[in-house]
């Protein structure tokens, strides 16, 4: 958890500081590549849960700080994409951002447990990458966009499913 809290703190210090351009540059960075160290520990940390065959409740209560690890992940994309002296045009993130999302998706039970609120950053995000990917990109920004969509779709439609499951899961119980 170490690793979170110094992305959570570098991420405050984005917001409060009064950093060059530059620096936050440097800064985001940083806290990409503290995300990108944490993925493969909670993949392990959640595999070691099920070796051990622990509980359904503590395997949630992991999911649960799982889905709070994407959402502070979409936090400081937001950050970073609505920061204006933050200049991400002259750097292109959107390959770093497509894959670590890949992996945080891949997280056990990740796609269960990231809540609408997640959504809705993820449709934030998307809506504030798009100028930036056109600028960035140029001739490959459509694939590049269509890439990013399909991410988008997959994590809404993935939070469909599971609400209905749940839904199916309750009208069975009521019976």
């Not at 993820?122 to 798009?130: A, F, G, I, S, Y």
Request: proline letters at 3%; hydrophobic letters at 40%.
């Amino acid at each position: 958890m170490t690793y979170l809290k110094n992305a959570l703190r570098a991420n405050k210090a984005l917001l409060q500081r009064n950093l060059e351009p530059d620096q936050k540059c440097q800064v985001s960075l940083d806290i990409l590549s503290i995300f990108d160290n944490l993925i493969p520990l909670k993949k392990t940390a959640f595999e070691d849960l099920e070796r051990r065959g622990a509980n359904r409740e503590e395997m949630r209560k992991v999911a649960n700080e799982d889905s709070q690890f994407i959402l502070s992940f979409y936090d400081h994309m937001l950050t970073m994409v609505s920061d204006p002296e933050l200049p991400l045009k002259q750097r292109n993130f959107t390959f770093e951002i497509c894959v670590q999302h890949q992996q945080l998706m891949n997280l056990p039970y990740v796609k269960d447990n990231v809540k609408i609120y997640g959504c809705r950053l993820v449709l934030t995000w998307l809506k504030q990458m798009v100028p930036i990917i056109l600028t960035i990109d140029g001739a490959r920004a459509t694939a590049r966009l269509r890439e990013v969509w399909d991410l988008v779709v997959e994590l809404l439609s993935n939070m469909s499913e599971v609400s209905q499951r749940r839904r199916q899961m309750l009208y069975c119980c009521d019976r």
